[in-house]
């Protein structure tokens, strides 16, 4: 049974539990080395999302992934470089192809593989009382393995409880460290392409983990269900005639019969299409309507052939490969006939998605235009005309979780605002 949707106006975590949770990041703001917060912190502090905190995961500019790690170490002692080999979930992102292959951004990061890094809390072990807002464990990726530009700033968001209680510093501390409001946060439509980019196009560039995948499609779930859908209502039927009756359309022999209403998208979620990029708009279209695709290679070679057009239109040049990656589907190696363990070699001589035609190194932007005006996630909405055609709560979670295959949450929401992991 799943617990009745809690929609928030502002997120669970106070100023001061958020400022706790982020302080292990400061270094990098110290080092000006951009930082953009993301997975479920940027669920949580931005997106009104009442989930619970697991890994911190945090992205930076692909060359600056090793200054990063230093900054973070030398600010913070008790952070130490983990084995994330060891981690399930993570080992796509700790071995690239040969130092190859795919991830890779196509904005203007250039392309690549950066192995993410893995950092562990050395003394969260020995506290009495652990603190469930201190990162036990801290994993910087490289912008190019979620396909993300850190240059645009249209891309990010800034957190506007920082913005409203910037009094809550002390003059001391204001002057001892830098704010917490130059922390950024990827804006709906950045985090929606970050997931169906890295699902589509994965690190490795010809298979995905499937906890990895798991992991992206709950992320993006939840932020559909809580932040984007009204209500966990992403459609609305076509309105009735003036007479009140159901729309009649001409069948095959020209009779009036009455057709079936087609469901329209909510305007929330039309302007949230509109800001992603255009090859990843069909897939969640999709998720919005509850349609699975008909064909999953046809809908990989489709969202190729916009994102070639796209890339086209900026100059860049991308080769659709031969068969589109599939997350359904064996491995290439495989399905190519080839049976065997894939070897370094095999993934070295793998087929790189992105081939651009020359590198663009981002102009110099003026202070002004780099920074983001503070983002506002939009407020549940008041009851209104489609109200009553919002599915229910167990449904509209259930519709989505059908969709994405997903196996039971690992988490509930209680209705006292508490939450407790379920195993």
């Known amino acids: 049974m799943y617990p009745q949707l ?39 502090f931005v997106h009104r999302v009442p989930t619970l905190l697991f890994d911190q995961q945090l992205i930076v500019p692909s060359n600056q992934v090793d200054a990063a790690v230093d900054a973070i170490c030398a600010g913070c002692p008790d952070y130490l470089v983990g084995t994330i080999e060891l981690d399930s979930r993570w080992k796509d992102l700790a071995n690239g192809p040969g130092g190859g292959g795919g991830g890779g951004d196509d904005d203007g990061n250039g392309a690549g593989f950066t192995p993410s890094v893995l950092l562990v809390n050395s ?10 807002f201190i990162p036990t464990r801290i994993i910087i990726h490289a912008a190019s393995t979620f396909h993300f530009n ?3 700033p249209s891309r990010t968001c800034a957190n506007p409880l920082f913005l409203d209680n910037d009094g809550d510093h002390t003059e001391a501390q204001a002057s001892s460290s830098p704010s917490y409001d130059a922390f950024r946060y990827p804006t709906p439509a950045a985090f929606c392409d970050i997931v169906i980019d890295t699902i589509h196009e994965p690190p490795l560039g010809d298979s995905i983990n499937k906890e990895l995948l798991e992991h992206l499609k709950l992320l993006l779930a939840h932020l559909i269900l809580y932040t984007i859908a009204d209500e966990g209502c992403t459609t609305f039927p076509e309105p009735d005639d003036d007479d009140g009756r159901a729309p009649r359309r001409a069948g095959p022999n020209m009779d009036m019969t009455p057709q079936v209403k087609p469901l ?14 255009e090859e990843n708009r069909p897939f ?17 070679r489709e969202r190729m052939l916009i994102k070639q057009e796209r890339l086209k239109r900026l100059g860049q040049t991308y080769i659709v490969p031969a068969i589109p990656f599939n997350p359904d589907r064996v491995p290439m190696d495989e399905a190519h ?6 070897t370094d070699e095999t993934r070295r001589n793998a087929p790189v998605h992105v081939h651009e035609a020359h590198h663009h190194h981002p102009m110099p932007v003026d202070e002004a235009q780099r920074s983001p005006p503070p983002y506002s996630a939009p ?12 599915t229910p709560w167990e449904t509209a979670i259930t519709k989505f979780k059908n969709f994405f295959k997903l196996p039971s949450p690992r988490y509930d929401i209680q209705g006292t605002g508490d939450a407790e992991r379920r195993l």
């Open 337 to 342: 006939g080839n049976t065997s363990v894939p």
């Open 150 to 152: 850190v240059d645009d």
């Open 284 to 300: 969640l279209r999709r998720i919005f309507r509850h349609n699975l695709p008909p064909n999953r290679e046809e809908e990989c």
């Open 123 to 132: 003394n969260s072990n020995s506290r009495s009382t652990p603190n469930y």
């Open 379 to 390: 407020s549940p909405s008041t009851p209104r005309e489609i109200a009553s055609t919002s």
């Open 6 to 44: 809690r929609l928030l106006k502002e997120s669970l975590s106070s100023p001061q539990q958020q400022r706790d949770r982020l302080r292990s990041a400061l270094p990098l703001i110290r080092a000006n080395i951009p930082c953009i917060i993301w997975a479920e912190d940027a669920l949580n």
């Open 264 to 277: 329209k998208i909510i305007p929330a979620c039309e302007k949230l299409l509109e800001e992603m990029k």
